[in-house]
């Protein structure tokens, strides 16, 4: 029979609705959830920690990744399945990704926008879809090219997968989009992640996202390890406040990244407007910023502090 590693970590999927009418924060799902599903296979639940999508941190994310692994080599499962927060879901995902993808097993983290008990609650729908998808991927040997998110999309009333590398944030109902490139994306090897989750460090970066007219250049960068800027669409930002943060950074050894960027930008376009980078691109290319490329914002937000903790 196969076997099913579930790894709960809190959120409102494990939660319920007290007689206050507060949805408060619950360890886990016990076996009969499960049973409802219908899907053949021996679960083993464990709950390494628990913690909110408010509360996330990069120190609660290593903990469960930890957690995750161990409760992996112990138990031996032929995937994975993760229970977590739809608010910070898809920061877990991108991280997992890169952290346990070495592990080769098919993985799926899931949530629900209600609490199970709620009539309206898609937990059973998105963890039944996860686990036909795993049951499948077992089946198929697929290891760990299925990785990935699986949640409730609201327009199609319908579960729906998305491979890790392409998740991008939620808006406020907790709807997932794809990234529309070809997301360059290398997980770690077993010895590089061990080192990673290994590493007591908690670096602290500065996530900003793309306001027209921050204030760029009133920024300490000496209280961050590192910054990390959201570009438009376009790949391009602020070359007027922003070039100044940069340089001010880089003479106190706080190296300041954009991202998502066209990979197509970083090299001569021959003339083609659709390669061609904008001006504000060179100015901040010649400041000294370093471009991610070809990924999603809040998967260079993972890429970024695991730079942080080498």
């Not at 070359?239 to 050894?253: E, H, R, T």
């Amino acid at each position: 029979m196969k076997k099913i590693l579930v790894c709960c970590l809190g959120g409102t999927i494990g939660s319920k609705v007290n007689e206050d009418g507060v949805i408060k924060l619950s360890a886990t799902l016990d076996k009969s959830f499960f049973d409802k599903m219908r899907i053949k296979a021996e679960y083993e639940i464990v709950t390494p920690i628990v913690y909110s999508s408010e509360n996330a941190d990069i120190k609660y994310y290593k903990e469960a990744l930890k957690g995750i692994l161990k409760a992996a080599q112990d138990v031996m499962p032929d995937a994975v399945l993760v229970l977590h927060g739809t608010d910070s879901m898809a920061h877990f995902t991108h991280m997992a990704h890169r952290v346990l993808s070495f592990m080769n097993l098919p993985l799926i983290v899931t949530g629900a926008k209600y609490p199970p008990e709620d009539p309206h609650s898609d937990a059973v729908r998105n963890v039944k879809f996860a686990l036909e998808l795993l049951s499948a991927a077992i089946d198929s040997r697929s290891g760990s090219l299925t990785f990935g998110l699986v949640y409730s999309d609201a327009f199609m009333g319908q579960a729906t997968f998305v491979q890790a590398a392409k998740v991008m944030d939620s808006d406020f109902s907790g709807e997932y989009k794809k990234f529309a490139g070809m997301p360059q994306i290398e997980p770690l090897e077993r010895e590089e992640a061990e080192a990673f989750l290994a590493s007591d460090k908690e670096p602290k970066v500065l996530t900003i996202p793309d306001i027209p007219g921050f204030p760029y250049d009133t920024i300490d960068p000496s209280k961050y390890n590192a910054i990390l800027v959201e570009a438009y669409h376009s790949g391009t930002q602020n070359s007027k406040s922003l070039p100044v943060l940069v340089k001010n950074a880089s003479s106190k050894g706080v190296k300041c990244y954009l991202a998502p960027v066209h990979s197509t930008h970083m090299k001569n376009a021959g003339g083609k407007s659709k390669d061609a980078p904008y001006d504000s691109e060179i100015v901040l290319q010649e400041a000294g910023i370093i471009p991610l490329c070809d990924m999603p914002f809040i998967s260079a937000w993972a890429q970024v502090i695991i730079e942080c903790c080498k």
